[in-house]
């Protein structure tokens, strides 16, 4: 075995670990929390039923267990596909949810305090937590600067498991509530209710106008909502659910008694508008798991909103419980998000290759002569199913289909270079120099220069080696270190993204092949060989991508 299977090797072994314990600890306590509920709020006629349901409950976990252990003991990968990545996120969310009322289902009158000391000890947990674990590497990190003790390259690894996991856990779980207490005459802690009332409070009534101004524009003007419109409601209506479950124990405020009354009535337009562009979306794309979850995610806003209208004296449990629901319902059975988006996915594809007269029997008849949208389509379904290591589930494809630029000309007829250019400007170092004639390939000019750095700018502040990169709307200043200073920088060049791209742009008019020289900027002893280069067509600059060869003579 080489050296890179077996760090692979010891790295899923760890995954392993701490995704099974952290699955295990949290279905310990749901049946834990269950059986308290039971013993607390049972009287003693009862007695011998609730030991049964304790046996039953406490039995089925070795089993569950063991299920979770083989969905995440793949061959492959741990959680290799999306299938058990989405199963196992979505039961570990359950069972988090269920463990915030399980206990309180036969006694739920102050479930709203309840839920407040749950969130206290979580906060308070993860304080510790955080503090626990920077300990931790200081130490490590001391022992290994000072006394030159190597450790496992995994150590900090090792470390945030047996920290954010074990001890977070256990520290969590000791300050649990109690069922058995009673907290009918909690009180919310003073800054808490400032927060509540006089901060929260204007800025949703603020923000949710701003939605409902757009919502009516875009019905005057006949206009389709932006797509960025279903995240702006979506992350604002769960924050309102949880905001109106909260804020249903302060009776003493009465403007706050008449918002939530109100308010409720105005989530629905926004649902509306919300649901409006999402079905445009998947009409447009077909359904994937994240558009399914904004749908469920929907029906439980909805749901939430008709409780908080209809029932406005009761405990509020039934929220969470609707969430359980929900989340099962996605994650399991013949409506669950992975089953929908790959029936949604093939039968989109299905229906290009009919129209395209491109299916005999069970295979695929090349065809280059389809249209540009057509190409796309395929393509961006090819793409979004290999994503998720379930190009199988589309069918048709040939046995071990593997999705690349070659294999899709040899099946589907066609070639992929250039597609989607309407769409973005790019650029490829080992796509895009790649004459048909492998003679007039030229090899990088690195002559006089002695050392180089891979350059990837993936945020706004990227350091590499002895450089520093920060990225500033339409440049990229790059920065070196002072030669005898480490910890300094100083300036020495700025790549200004407009001009890049106005020259790629003109490239792309003139050549079919771009060369590495063609783009690459020469500089202070410096040189950089662009290796991919993605501009979008409009003049938005915060999605630019882009990566290069940074050398040094």
């Not at 498991?161 to 856990?169: K, R």
């Not at 520290?171 to 649990?176: Q, V, Y």
């Not at 469920?296 to 009761?314: E, P, Q, V």
Request: aromatic share 18%; with cysteine.
């Amino acid at each position: 075995m080489s050296t890179y299977n077996m760090g692979k090797s010891t790295e899923d072994f760890y995954l392993k670990f701490a995704f099974l314990s952290l699955f295990a600890i949290f279905l310990f306590a749901f049946v834990n929390l269950f059986n308290e509920g039971l013993l607390n709020y049972f009287n003693l006629n009862n007695l011998e039923r609730n030991h049964f349901f304790a046996i039953i409950s406490y039995a089925l976990c070795p089993p569950i267990l063991y299920g979770i252990y083989e969905l995440i003991n793949d061959d492959l990968g741990v959680l290799y596909t999306v299938d058990a990545k989405f199963i196992f996120i979505t039961f570990l969310f359950t069972l988090v949810v269920g463990t915030s009322f399980i206990a309180k289902a036969y006694y739920h009158k102050d479930y709203v305090a309840y839920f407040m000391k749950i969130m206290t000890s979580f906060v308070v947990s993860n304080i510790y937590s955080v503090i626990v674990f920077a300990g931790l590497s200081a130490i490590v990190f001391a022992l290994d600067k000072l006394f030159k003790i190597k450790f496992d390259s995994n150590i900090y690894v090792r470390c945030a498991i047996l920290v954010f996991i074990l001890f977070n856990v256990i520290t969590f779980l000791s300050d649990f509530p109690k069922t058995k207490t009673s907290y009918t005459d909690y009180k919310y802690p003073l800054p808490f209710r400032i927060l509540l009332i006089y901060i929260l409070l204007p800025l949703v009534i603020i923000y949710t106008a701003i939605l409902i101004v757009y919502f009516a524009k875009s019905l005057i003007l006949w206009e389709i909502p932006q797509g960025i419109i279903v995240n702006l409601v979506i992350w604002f209506s769960i924050f309102c659910v949880f905001y109106l479950f909260f804020i249903s124990r302060i009776e003493t405020n009465n403007f706050l008694n008449k918002f939530k009354k109100v308010f409720p009535f105005f989530i629905f337009p926004l649902l509306a508008m919300m649901y409006f562009a999402l079905i445009i979306r998947i009409n447009e794309y077909g359904m994937t798991e994240n558009r399914y979850l904004v749908f469920a995610f929907g029906i439980w806003i909805f749901l939430s909103m008709i409780y908080f209208i209809l029932y406005r004296d009761n405990s509020n449990i039934t929220i969470p419980i609707l969430l359980c629901i929900i989340l099962l319902c996605t994650s399991i059975g013949p409506i669950s998000a992975t089953r929908l988006t790959e029936k949604s996915q093939k039968n989109r594809f299905v229906d290009v290759l009919k129209r395209n007269n491109m299916i005999s029997g069970d295979k695929i008849i090349p065809n280059p002569d389809i249209s540009s949208d057509d190409k796309k389509l395929i393509t961006g379904i090819l793409q979004f199913m290999d994503s998720g290591n379930r190009l199988n589930k589309l069918g048709y494809l040939p046995d071990n289909f593997k999705y690349s630029d070659e294999s899709v000309t040899q099946v589907f007829g066609f070639d992929t270079t250039g597609l989607y250019s309407d769409v973005y400007l790019g650029y490829m170092l080992n796509e895009d120099y790649n004459p048909k004639n492998p003679a007039e390939l030229e090899p990088l000019d690195i002559e006089g220069y002695k050392s180089m750095v891979v350059v990837d700018i993936s945020s706004d502040d990227t350091i590499y080696s002895d450089y520093k990169f920060v990225r500033k709307e339409t440049k990229i200043d790059i920065y070196e270190t002072y030669p005898d200073n480490s910890d300094k920088f100083k300036k020495i060049y700025t790549i200004d993204l407009r001009e890049l791209k106005d020259k790629l742009k003109a490239l792309r008019k003139n050549e079919n092949n771009i060369k590495p020289d063609d783009l690459s900027i020469v500089f202070a002893e410096h040189k950089i060989i662009f290796t991919n280069l993605y501009f979008p067509n409009d003049d938005n600059f915060n999605d630019v991508y882009i990566s290069f060869y940074l050398m040094r003579s």
